[in-house]
């Protein structure tokens, strides 16, 4: 069990960065002039500057020599890199596409598919209302693809992608910078081969303004300062609760879609998103509950202990007792009992 301060501080990291993830569809509309993919090669390049200077100035460079001579957590992080490059490219697609409440939707659907994966991989035990959420979590899916007319399929590819990576990243076991670092340092040499391609083809948006490229070169900053928080709260966390903190994401996103980008919310596609923000209530009124009965519960053990344990006066009278009880040395010449030896 992680020590609570550690917990505090680990939920402090997923508030931010599910925070920040949520209005990320803002800064992804500033850059519809460019190609998803080009937007997604610049994020990659940009990031490992950043992750770069963080080190520098943290002066954490001790983590990579061990991990080189870890095939088994270098392997793990080329799965995670692949799979967040993948979420990204999705995600990037959708907004610029107009499917910013179906992506809202798949992130909706992510706490529990992570619950699902701490249940069928991590063997964690669900309580009834656990399976009650993820029961009409599914129940959620199969009305909106009716609503759809179609399978969800980007919200469902974000759900079960980014779910991965948490899963992922809690078998690395590297802090947030760490892990951002080395996915970002496998991204390199793909992304700037890529823009290359771009740029000798005269496809990039890159020098078309100082606008456009500055706001591209920032895709370093807007990737990096989230991510890295995700990755500092995965290794503090249960997975069950980083589940939880991830509806705060879509949350944002979801009134971003409504308000902002005005997509339409037909009842249909109202009454799935229902299931799902019934699903995620039932999830957050169990850990509440749970989470009183545990401190209740270590509250009376305390007690008990506390009432189990003699009073000082007694422990002080008990001491000269016991000194008294213990035998005292022999004196020279004193006679032995038979059979004992020096």
């Not at 799979?83 to 992506?103: K, P, R, T």
């Not at 939880?244 to 009454?271: D, K």
């Not at 422990?315 to 004193?334: L, V």
Request: charged share 10%; aromatic share 10%.
């Amino acid at each position: 069990m992680q020590p609570r301060s550690d917990q505090r501080t680990g939920l402090a990291y997923g508030i931010a960065a599910y925070t920040m993830w949520g209005l990320l569809p803002l800064y992804w509309r500033l850059l519809d002039d460019a190609a998803p993919s080009e937007i997604l090669a610049h994020r990659m390049v940009w990031s490992l500057p950043v992750a770069v200077v963080l080190l520098a100035v943290l002066r954490r460079w001790s983590w990579i020599g061990p991990l080189l001579r870890q095939p088994r957590r270098l392997g793990l992080i080329v799965v995670s890199t692949l799979v967040i490059s993948a979420n990204w490219f999705l995600y990037i697609w959708a907004v610029n596409s107009g499917h910013v409440l179906e992506a809202s939707l798949g992130y909706f659907i992510n706490p529990l598919v992570s619950i699902a994966f701490g249940v069928l991989v991590l063997r964690e035990r669900l309580r009834p209302l656990q399976w009650t959420a993820v029961g009409t979590g599914a129940l959620a899916v199969l009305v909106m693809t009716l609503a759809y007319g179609r399978m969800p399929w980007i919200a469902l590819a974000l759900a079960f992608s980014f779910a991965t990576y948490g899963l992922v990243k809690k078998g690395i076991k590297l802090d947030g910078i760490e892990g951002f670092s080395a996915e970002t340092a496998l991204q390199l040499l793909p992304a700037l081969g890529f823009l290359v391609f771009l740029g000798l083809r005269g496809d990039a948006s890159f020098t078309t303004g100082a606008g456009q490229a500055l706001l591209l070169s920032a895709c370093g900053i807007a990737t990096a300062v989230p991510l890295i928080c995700f990755g500092a709260s995965a290794v503090r966390l249960p997975l069950t609760m980083i589940g939880m903190l991830q509806y705060l994401a879509p949350t944002f996103q979801f009134l971003l879609g409504l308000t902002v980008f005005h997509e339409t919310m037909p009842p249909e596609r109202w009454t799935g998103f229902a299931l799902v923000w019934l699903a995620l209530a039932v999830l957050t009124w169990d850990a509440l509950r749970t989470a009183g009965r545990a401190r209740a519960a270590l509250a009376e053990a305390a007690a008990q202990a506390a009432a189990a344990a003699p009073p000082p006066e007694a422990a002080t009278e008990a001491a000269p007792a016991a000194a008294a009880a213990q035998p005292t040395p022999e004196q020279p010449g004193t006679p032995r009992p038979p059979g004992l030896t020096q």
